[in-house]
């Protein structure tokens, strides 16, 4: 026989903590709280099972349940010494849903279940309270009319206003006794005739039909959609609570209250809550009367804390709050009642907290002995943060939403409006601060951006020019706020009707991408030396290494700063954007002979010499990834005829030629197209530069610190183990050169990005003649799913709302595709070099979810944006110590 | 010991002809000769290994070597009672190379090894002729000067000049011996002057000369290049043949000749050859004095066949002929020599012949009982089937090369230039022959490719535009002619200097992708009644099904013509391009409202429901997979201001707002974008109308033939199973919907197109969607390598011709990468549902290449353009015979 029905409380405890799948997390936790001799009401919970049963089996219930349900509530009776459905001393219940994690959509709650017009005369009798018995019965109809019955509330409400009105009162506690019986007949009688026919006057009756009506809202519309936006499997079921009532409001001796264990927003190791006297569920976070504190030592003059109030109670529940604590090993969130002085537990979970509380907590439960360090590791969201590194909007206030984005670059920025990069950088230059707002950046902003407090963009996603420089940078960003209408002409931009002209201020939140007008408070942030050991404790358990991407000493430096092991990727074609260079760039693309290219990289040589040795001097003794220039050739080709006349100028020619090269270089498909290391076989001599200013570049370095640093050449977009064959030839060749010249040698090391499929396929013969592989999972995801990142936004975000793709998987990687095929290459990279060193560079690196997938197939390393160094650092301590776990269990 | 050497003729037969690996194909077939009992001069072979050991061992020979060598040669010397080096009765040798297959760069051959000054006396001697003696000492210095010390061959030929002119004579022939000692004077001194030592005269030093000399040649960089380029392995390594010689020169019994056991022009059963009276070697092909043919049958007036000049030799050698064809199953291709009356063999191998030939010997000899059917299908290269098909230019007509392009789609064509499709289309109208000229064609050329006998195109590939719709319309096609360019206003192209106006004459040929001034003859395609038989042999061989890819009724009519069992891919957005049409696609496209997309999809289902319903015709009884709308977007946006306003009177906007909103679908990366499934889930009106059109079209025609059409529908781009989820519902309502309205039902099936990275690795899911999978290779292609075929054009013809990759993989399937990629898809689709369906509806479902990995992957059927039909259906034999092979081997 199943076992349907798990009774807990009064001594008779069937269930337990861990059994949350069968129990749902509020079953679980009362059965735990009772067996450990919390003062639990008893009571008992229907199974998840019964749901999947209900319907797999055309919404019947399984044939024993009733006769379980039965025994059940004889042993509440029997305990509590009354009787369900009774006349003189009724037994009332509570039936509330409870699933394995916590669900929007889903029937909540029924109080007073029981009551009926004979049983309200008993409660009425035994409470010694007319008035508490009635509004109690017109809560219950209330309650049951509206989630159970399907009446509109709005319709319980007009009948409370108008009996209000009809007394000359404004609250509803000025109503007398006789006021709720009228109000109560008034319920009824609109019932009747809403449902056609009448409010069910049977105690079992009531209960069957509030346990249906839990078990049928498992599967209505809102309930079906969370489901699908959470990965949360239908087949989970949720559990049918049913508890003997407590009652808060049957007397001032009585109250109902809610607190955490320690303080939410900081973590704080104090007692925090309110409560309402003589108050039942709902009334305190209704916010009809206003709840007080429980601890004299926060109430504020007038506030009467539960401290006072009831003394023995709040004793008791201090004693409470310490041992759930200790129990649980986490900070609680609890539910509390108490009926004449005698205090009863409602309910407890893992309370809800702000990043910075996360991390506090975290760190002083370990300080404490309550958890041990990898304990504390696991307690904070690697995402959050995000929060702590970045200043953020003041919650409190107040603001005036224009319209909303992506959240593409965390932090919260304020400063007037700007529309070109240009004048970023003059305004900024005079003290002013400046949001940059473009439809779209490209590399010829990038001083602007730098200028600027924050970015703006209306178009591109989380992965355009815009959200990946910005995040570089560490500047908030909102990205593709396709709402905002941008008109460089007028220099205005409009949303919804709102406008906001040039110099006008906004306020971005480059968290939730919303954009807001005018300034709006924020918080500075502060890291705390707690930070600092939680990050100590994470690179302890952590097994892969942390790298940055970076490519100037500014992002370098940042990235040190926070932690970073070295860099991962620095995109040499981002340091080509500067003003000084980008004619030497454009002569280099727009020459269509060899000597042009040659004389163009000539200039560009010193550059780029000096750019190398200052990165290896900042990370002397580190591994420096330098992926070779991967132009995106459409964002170096020159448009304007000023530019087009520059480069005619710089190459000897005139203005037709140069223009009539630039139309055919444009490209149908520019991600696909003539880049990457396709670019350095046509044109040798641009890789070769590259190579020379490495080598040079690092030999200084070497001469200046003796310390030498260790370059890993990257070679971007191999496709074929020719391709890397051909290209590592040409550097190694250039080695010879520079070290014959010198006199003096350098270890190096040669590699390719992994980032077409065609790569992870043959990945094998690729590791022949590769030191190393990085998974370029940006590129790696725009060709598995065929999805141009700069294209996607036209459907992208519907596929995600619909849930036809779980997450947008250039934020998060995607397992079960792109995943796949980097576990691919990992498993063929390394059948044929062991100990291939293996990396991400995508966006992907700073992302959580995607550093835990990293972990599962074993790469050395991730690297991630300078800001993001932390979260990684935590989110691969995770993985390691996430991993151990499932090794062990 | 390994045995180094191999022997052969005078009844020791060391060798065979299936040890063409070992001792070369040269080498092999002369022992297999020699072993039938044909008249081979004794020689001996030095294998291939030993060239691999010579490379492994610095340009050392194997310790053994030398012994193996001495021995094999006294056997020569005692099998003709001739002694190396004699200077009374001088054994002389030919010195040979002989890989597994022929290879250009390689060194050929050195005759007349052993003559110095002292053994040209004993020559002269032992033949009773001077003349010969020292004709064939002078060659034998050329030959070896030349190919073995490396000496400029002019510098020979300036040296006999000399000795014409100062004798007074004209012809070769005509020098005396005297002459020619003269002639061997001036050669040593030259000789002697260039290398800086004496001609070799001792004969041993000779022969290690010349082998060394064909062991070296192996590495040249000539030779490296071509095995490169033809995916030869370095370690196959070259033998050397070294063989007595036997003398067609020394005098008029005897004669030197090479010929065909057949026609290898027409394939007739005929014996077709020619040769030279007292002449050696390279004589008959070096075209100083004409050849002369072998049977009087076919000898014209004042030729002297070989059948009344030695009558016994020809004799012998008909009968040779018969033996050689009886042995080898093949028409061999035979070079003889006739010394004093006597024949003797010096090679046979398969001979290289014409498509025509090809296909009539193979029917013939299975006729005739020398091979079976199944030989006959695998001795016919698919590929050739092209020739028989088109017309080609008269391989002896005169011609001028303007530029070579792509060879896009096979035939030739000849016309005048016109540069619009307009153009074409009235030209053609008032029947002129037009070649259309563009520098890339787009959907609105169709009508103008349609009228055009031939197209040009200076840019894109193999799959461009131009090129897949020629291939399609069976139309010869020259693509990516970039060293053409284009003027329209001037109405003028040019090339290399020349010229071509409009309405000047051009000729394409289609199949080498050469373009020629002016008009060059052709011939006309003939097919024999051997074309069906061997189709219907193949037919009786092939496992995989074979359709087309059709979408016009005349493609479909073509399609079944050439046989196809059905159509593989019925493109529905090549429908949308009639000019009829396309402004209500336009209308669907640009509309940013459900209502504007559905009013223009209702003008669109009637004509839809009517292109299906007339293809259902054509193929009563046959499958047809339509695939749903994937519009190339750029390629149906309105450009012109003359289009625009149309749409915006369609739509009842202005002309700014349509502008705007074609700005706004503008793609970044058309290929990588807002398409496929992508589309019909954002727009559902879009698939819902392509549905009802389909499942009514198909009604119709059950209900007029009686014969239910079987509609196989194909949703283009799915990368996720939601994707197919989705449209999948939606089309399965239409159909419930439609049969509900009409009464009756129909059978139909839904499957996707695997085009994606992500699909291929997600199979396994998705087939439980699918019923069944057809791999769009080309999308494919362009997504495992992150290559745009539109934009390969600048670097890939480079990459196939350095051997990056060893063919363009958008001609024939890249088995490593992309093919890996099918593997997986097919597995995992496969251990979901054992019979899904598969097959392949891209270009390469008519590569042979391709065809034969489609066979090994099992695939159900492959699908091509109407034209490649008959040549898939004869590789998908060749693939299951060569499967049941490697099977059985």
Request: with cysteine; net charge negative.
């Amino acid at each position: 026989m199943t076992k349907w029905v798990y009774s807990f409380g009064a001594g008779h405890n069937e269930g337990r903590a861990d059994m949350r799948n069968l129990l749902g997390g509020k079953g679980a936790n009362l059965a735990e709280m009772a067996s450990i001799g919390l003062p639990v009401p008893p009571g008992f919970t229907i199974t998840t099972e019964v749901c999947t049963a209900f319907y797999e089996n055309h919404r019947n219930y399984p044939a024993d349940l009733k006769d379980q349900v039965d025994t059940a509530l004889a042993r509440i009776e029997k305990a509590v010494g009354l009787t369900f459905g009774d006349k003189t001393h009724p037994l009332l219940v509570s039936v509330r849903s409870g699933a394995r994690v916590s669900m929007p959509g889903m029937m909540d709650t029924v109080l007073n279940l029981g009551l009926n017009d004979e049983t309200v005369e008993g409660l009425a009798k035994a409470a010694k309270d007319e008035r508490f018995a009635w509004d109690s019965y017109r809560r219950f109809i209330q309650m049951y009319g509206s989630v159970v019955l399907g009446v509109d509330h709005h319709r319980f409400e007009e009948i409370i206003e108008h009996a209000k009105l009809e007394a000359g009162v404004i609250e509803d506690t000025a109503l007398t006794a006789d006021h709720w019986r009228g109000v109560v007949d008034s319920y009824k009688s609109m019932v009747a005739q809403e449902i056609g026919k009448p409010f069910p006057q049977v105690p079992h009756e009531q209960l069957w039909g509030a346990i249906g009506a839990v078990f049928g809202s498992w599967m209505n519309p809102r309930a079906n959609t969370y489901r699908r936006l959470h990965d949360i499997p239908a087949n989970w079921g949720t559990a049918v609570n049913v508890q003997a009532m407590v009652f808060g409001n049957m007397g001032n001796d009585c109250a109902t209250g809610v607190c955490f264990t320690r303080d939410p927003s900081t973590g704080e190791n104090m007692f925090y809550g309110e409560y309402l006297v003589n108050a039942q569920g709902e009334d305190v976070v209704a916010g009809i009367r206003t709840p007080q504190p429980l601890s004299k030592s926060v109430a504020k003059a007038g506030e009467v804390p539960l401290e006072e109030a009831m003394p023995n109670a709040y004793k008791e529940l201090l004693q409470v709050r310490a041992t759930l604590e200790e129990h649980y090993k986490d900070m609680q969130d609890i539910e509390f009642t108490v009926q004449q002085h005698k205090l009863y537990m409602l309910q407890t979970r893992n309370g809800k907290r702000t990043a910075a509380a996360s991390l506090r907590m975290a760190v002083e439960m370990a300080h404490e002995g309550l958890i041990d360090e990898k304990e504390a590791v696991m307690r904070v969201n690697p995402a959050s943060l995000d929060q702590l590194l970045h200043p953020m909007l003041d919650p409190k206030a107040p603001r005036t939403l224009l319209a909303k984005g992506l959240p593409a670059s965390p932090g919260a920025a304020c400063g007037m409006v700007v529309f070109s990069a240009d004048e970023a950088e003059s305004r900024a230059a005079k003290g002013d601060a400046v949001i940059l707002v473009r439809v779209e950046t490209s590399p010829e902003d990038i001083h602007g951006m730098h200028a600027a407090q924050g970015i703006l963009t209306t178009r591109g996603g989380m992965t355009s020019h815009a959200a990946v420089v910005a995040r570089g940078m560490g500047r908030p960003c909102v990205a593709g706020a396709g709402g905002i209408s941008v008109d460089y002409n007028n220099q205005v931009l409009s949303a919804g009707g709102k406008v906001v002209r040039a110099g006008e201020v906004i306020t971005l939140d480059g968290a939730t991408g919303e954009v807001f007008v005018g300034s709006v408070a924020m918080i500075e942030p502060t890291v705390s030396g707690d930070f600092g050991t939680l990050m100590d404790w994470a690179d302890k358990h952590r097994r892969m290494g942390v790298r940055a991407n970076a490519e100037t000493p500014v992002d370098a430096e940042t990235a040190r700063k926070f932690g970073a092991e070295g860099i991962g990727l620095c995109r040499t074609e981002h340091m080509f954007f500067d003003p000084e260079r980008i004619l030497a760039v454009r002569q280099m693309i727009i020459s269509n002979n060899e000597a042009g290219r040659r004389a163009a990289v000539a200039r560009l040589l010193p550059y780029q010499r000096e750019d190398f040795r200052k990165i290896f001097t900042i990370m002397a003794g580190l591994p420096v990834t330098i992926r070779l220039l991967d132009p995106p050739l459409h964002e170096f080709l020159p448009h304007a005829d000023q530019e087009l006349q520059e480069v005619a100028t710089s190459l000897g020619t005139d203005l037709n030629t140069v223009r009539q090269r630039a139309i055919e270089l444009a490209e149908a498909n520019p991600m696909l197209g003539h880049r990457g290391c396709r670019l350095g076989i046509s044109y040798p001599e641009i890789y070769e530069m590259q190579a020379r200013a490495i080598f040079e570049g690092a030999l200084a370095v070497a001469k200046e610190t003796g310390k030498a640093p260790h370059p890993e050449i990257m070679i971007p977009l191999v496709g074929a183990k020719k391709e890397l064959e051909i290209t590592r030839a040409q550097i190694e060749k250039v080695a010879t050169e520079v070290f014959a010249e010198t006199g003096t040698k350098l270890e190096y090391t040669i590699g390719t990005m992994i980032e077409l499929p065609r790569a992870a396929i043959t990945a094998d013969k690729i590791a022949e003649v590769a030191d190393f592989f990085s998974f370029g999972t940006n590129d790696l995801t725009q060709t598995v799913f065929g999805l141009s990142r700069d294209d996607a936004g036209k459907f992208l975000p519907h596929y995600v709302e619909a849930g036809i793709l779980p997450k947008d998987p250039f934020v998060s990687i995607d397992v079960e595709g792109v995943g796949e095929v980097v576990r691919i290459a990992a498993e063929k990279g390394r059948s044929t070099k062991k100990d291939l060193k293996l990396g991400i560079c995508g966006e992907h690196g700073g992302d959580p979810a995607s550093i835990a997938f990293c972990e599962q197939v074993g790469l050395n390393y991730v690297s991630c944006s300078p800001f993001r160094v932390p979260v990684a650092r935590l989110a691969a301590a995770q993985a390691a110590l996430g991993a151990a776990t499932d090794r062990t269990a």
